[in-house]
């Protein structure tokens, strides 16, 4: 296996300069560095991180827990974590825990022991689940700690610096959206029922119905796991019981994607006899047919926000928890006006 010093011999440097040159902490000339890089891919030359972090004791790497590839919302988060992970030089480890926390607590420590330098966190756990979050803020590598940023869900009761959305403000637009539009019968396909945010996104479709002066109707409140195959069969589901209604709410594009494909094959009309609403804006939102009304999550900002929060955090910029709000944006398409005011949504393809 190559060395450092192989580097320098294949690049015609010194060490001192591979290392400034891998490193960052000096300023190296750009032709210096072209030549570094290039016997780098020569040498297909591996940097030492464990031997790095017992020297500096830093690896340079960002562990990332999330929940899973599957839910298409998830990739554009991780494309805005790349793009700021890499402006500070920082490698992510990235592991998906498929909504299990037995896995996510297994997958933190094995980021402890790799001693990364920060975590970024989409956990599944309870939120009243005191002294797993207080484990959590307590991250450490010998007597430096572990600074964790939660995404999606605001952690910071717990002195976890949070990067999430308002879900009741955003469920209790796209429910009042479908009032306006004169829906008064309006099924909501929610998220799984051990996981918070579907919750709060419950509370606000609930809300919007009783400040119209609608009843709560248990029987149009139906669960999915976020996949658009448990939308579709929730909306079957409903529609051989019989129910009637004039709309569907469901809490993420993919379960609404579903819901319409169940609909259009018992010929029902989108807008015109159904209206539907989704929720975080993902790219196929835009170019289904009919195009879906949905809620607007900021994914990429999310991403780039939880690093540079993080990087403040590890460089001793901030200390503590902080709390950063993501606004939501209801974007009106032709699945409940027969028409767009919003164009396609190409980015991140």
């Known amino acids: 296996m190559p060395s450092i010093k192989d580097v320098a011999k294949e690049a015609g440097v010194s060490i001192s300069t591979v290392s400034n040159v891998m490193s960052g902490n000096r300023y190296v000339s750009d032709e210096l560095a072209q030549r570094v890089h290039q016997a780098i891919e020569n040498l297909d030359y591996e940097v030492d991180l464990i031997a790095r972090s017992l020297k500096n004791n830093r690896t340079m790497t960002i562990g990332v827990v999330l929940t899973s590839m599957d839910r298409i919302f998830i990739?554009?988060?991780?494309?805005?974590?790349?793009?700021?992970?890499?402006?500070?030089?920082?490698?992510?480890?990235?592991?998906?825990?498929?909504?299990?926390?037995?896995?996510?607590?297994?997958?933190?420590?094995?980021?402890?022991?790799?001693?990364?330098?920060?975590?970024?966190?989409?956990?599944?756990?309870?939120?009243?689940?005191?002294?797993?979050?207080?484990?959590?803020?307590?991250?450490?590598?010998?007597?430096?700690?572990?600074?964790?940023?939660?995404?999606?869900?605001?952690?910071?009761?717990?002195?976890?610096?949070?990067?999430?959305?308002?879900?009741?403000?955003?469920a209790f637009n796209a429910t009042k959206h479908l009032l306006s539009c004169g829906c008064k019968r309006i099924i909501h396909i929610a998220g799984p029922k051990e996981i918070e945010m579907p919750e709060h996104r419950a509370k606000g479709y609930q809300r919007a119905l009783q400040e119209s002066g609608?009843?709560?109707?248990?029987?149009?409140?139906?669960?999915?796991?976020?996949?658009?195959?448990?939308?579709?069969?929730?909306?079957?589901?409903?529609l051989d019981n019989g129910i009637g209604f004039d709309a569907v709410f469901a809490d993420n594009d993919q379960m609404a994607i579903g819901?319409?494909?169940?609909?259009?094959?018992?010929?029902y009309r989108i807008p015109g006899q159904i209206k539907?609403?989704?929720?975080?804006?993902?790219?196929?939102?835009?170019?289904?047919?009919?195009?879906?009304?949905?809620?607007?999550?900021?994914?990429?900002?999310?991403?780039?926000?939880?690093?540079?929060?993080?990087?403040?955090?590890?460089?001793?910029?901030?200390?503590?928890?902080?709390?950063?709000?993501?606004?939501?944006?209801?974007?009106i398409r032709e699945s409940t006006t027969g028409e767009s005011q919003e164009n396609w949504d190409l980015e991140g393809w």
């Open 75 to 170: 990739p554009q988060v991780l494309s805005g974590m790349q793009h700021s992970a890499q402006a500070h030089k920082y490698n992510l480890l990235i592991y998906t825990t498929r909504d299990d926390k037995l896995k996510e607590k297994k997958y933190l420590k094995h980021l402890v022991n790799s001693r990364v330098d920060g975590i970024i966190l989409d956990s599944v756990a309870n939120i009243g689940d005191e002294r797993y979050f207080n484990w959590l803020a307590g991250l450490s590598k010998g007597k430096t700690k572990i600074p964790v940023v939660s995404i999606e869900r605001d952690l910071s009761r717990y002195s976890l610096c949070s990067i999430y959305v308002n879900n009741e403000i955003g």
């Open 259 to 267: 819901a319409i494909k169940a609909l259009k094959e018992n010929g």
């Open 276 to 331: 539907v609403v989704g929720f975080d804006n993902t790219f196929v939102s835009s170019i289904v047919k009919p195009a879906l009304t949905t809620i607007n999550v900021p994914k990429y900002r999310m991403g780039v926000e939880s690093v540079e929060r993080l990087y403040k955090l590890m460089t001793g910029e901030e200390n503590g928890a902080c709390s950063f709000e993501l606004a939501t944006k209801l974007l």
């Open 214 to 238: 609608q009843p709560l109707n248990p029987d149009y409140e139906v669960r999915g796991d976020f996949s658009p195959l448990s939308g579709y069969r929730q909306m079957k589901r409903v």
